[in-house]
């Protein structure tokens, strides 16, 4: 590996671990004769909706812990192959040992490295984000991943303190006032974590206590928090902050709640408009080392449009999803780190949802075809099918979303963006005047419209009558 590299899974080789075992005491009238996870939601089982996002993101290996009306869940999902997956199964003992003692009964099924999650809660994020930021995280010492949304006391009691992008303190035990975030439900862990010597200390539980199931150490009950606190305290856990609200069915309201969304997203079709980001939503700067204008490369070079909000805000109300589809080259050159790129995303969607702007998903191409003399993340060195103006940015969320892509736009300030545009079978509006006849030059066809700033292009899209 070239310095400052480090090895990262590929989606497809992680494994997935998944809590299934509880009662779903709260949602009993739905819960008597099945488990949540197969609870019905628009005609298909709820966490179907969680492994149609985990398989988009390429998640192919699962182990499912399993307990109530288990026989339920594993006579639905088999082994996985109908679905191109494979999935294992442990079953919980007679008595419930709570997240953390779950997870250590199905030691000798677990892999060095897994992600953590809940059958209950749907979860839309970025996991190949995850993934980067628990694998950068342990090249500095880390040893799990938290995900963590700012919350402020919305979905629930927040319990995470963050400095910055770092965990500074989680407890959801002792709560304080500076506790703006909250534990989003999806964790990576090293196996190593669930072993005697590691929880002893924690939860008081001799060195040697025998062989449990599965090959693995005797069984524990304790609370997987109690991990999370404790690796907090030692600054070994690394974050992802996301910015999508979460989704759980831990009550009829919140089942309810899921349904609705489901319905919008998943059963109705709506149109999208793609947006590229930089010189369409926000400055590009000049970089010293290259002389010449470039991509920010580091969040203080961030600086969004003032425009911005209004013309996103005016796409939504007229019935669209907002999506920005943007290639960011900068770490494959050696510009900056990856954790930058997401970072700044992260606090573009973050400002924009603090001006009633709510971006529906970041699809970005952090690629470069050949190395680079500062390269040295060098996994980012690839051809591939995401980089404008191959369509692939523009496609990618066509499995997870029910796009009119017939009615949908591409926005940008480049031909790369008409040309994707166009490749993926939508409008395309160029921004800008001094380019617009080399774009035409450029492209088989010319854009859609030609306008000068976005806010032009919100307002020369079309109303579809279901803005919500």
Not at 4 to 16: L, N, R, T
Not at 172 to 184: C, S
Request: with cysteine; glycine share 10%.
């Amino acid at each position: 590996m070239s310095e400052g590299s480090f090895y990262i899974k590929e989606p497809a080789d992680m494994q997935v671990v998944v809590l299934m075992g509880g009662l779903g005491t709260r949602l009993k009238e739905y819960t008597k004769e099945c488990p949540k996870p197969l609870v019905d939601v628009e005609g298909r089982p709820f966490f179907d909706y969680s492994l149609k996002l985990l398989m988009h993101h390429g998640f192919r290996k699962f182990l499912f812990l399993i307990g109530y009306r288990a026989e339920m869940i594993e006579e639905y999902y088999g082994d996985g192959s109908r679905l191109g997956i494979s999935v294992t199964y442990c079953y919980d003992g007679k008595e419930l040992l709570g997240t953390g003692g779950a997870v250590r009964r199905a030691y000798g099924l677990l892999e060095d490295d897994f992600l953590l999650m809940y059958g209950d809660s749907f979860m839309d994020i970025d996991y190949e984000e995850t993934l980067y930021r628990y694998f950068e995280g342990k090249s500095r010492g880390m040893r799990a991943l938290m995900t963590v949304l700012k919350n402020g006391n919305r979905f629930d009691k927040s319990n995470v303190v963050m400095d910055g992008t770092e965990i500074k303190l989680y407890d959801k035990m002792n709560m304080t006032p500076e506790m703006d975030y909250i534990d989003y439900g999806v964790c990576v862990y090293e196996k190593s974590l669930f072993e005697d010597e590691y929880l002893k200390d924690i939860t008081g539980i001799p060195a040697e206590s025998g062989a449990g199931e599965n090959g693995g150490p005797a069984d524990i009950k304790f609370d997987i928090a109690l991990i999370q606190n404790r690796l907090s305290l030692d600054k070994k856990i690394a974050a992802h902050i996301v910015t999508k609200r979460f989704y759980e069915i831990g009550s009829p309201g919140a089942l309810n709640e899921f349904k609705g969304y489901v319905k919008y997203r998943f059963n109705e079709m709506h149109p999208a408009v793609f947006l590229d980001r930089d010189g369409v939503l926000n400055e590009i700067v000049f970089n010293e080392d290259a002389e010449q204008m470039d991509s920010p490369q580091k969040v203080e070079q961030f600086k969004a449009f003032p425009e911005a909000a209004k013309a996103i805000k005016i796409m939504k109300e007229k019935g669209y999803y907002v999506f920005l589809a943007t290639n960011q080259p900068g770490a494959a050159k050696g510009k900056c780190k990856l954790k930058t790129l997401y970072d700044i995303n992260t606090m573009f969607v973050e400002q924009m949802a603090g001006q009633g702007a709510d971006i529906d998903g970041v699809f970005m191409c952090p690629h470069y075809p050949s190395v680079c003399e500062n390269t040295k993340e060098g996994f980012l060195i690839k051809k591939c099918d995401c980089r404008k103006p191959k369509p692939g940015l523009l496609l990618k969320p066509g499995d997870i979303y029910n796009i009119d892509y017939d009615n949908s736009f591409m926005v940008g300030d480049s031909f790369t963006d008409i040309v994707a545009g166009q490749a993926a079978g939508v409008n395309t509006i160029f921004i800008g005047e001094l380019k617009c006849d080399a774009c035409r030059k450029l492209c088989d066809a010319g854009p859609t419209g030609i306008v000068r700033n976005v806010t032009e292009a919100a307002e020369f899209i079309p109303d579809t009558g279901k803005g919500k």
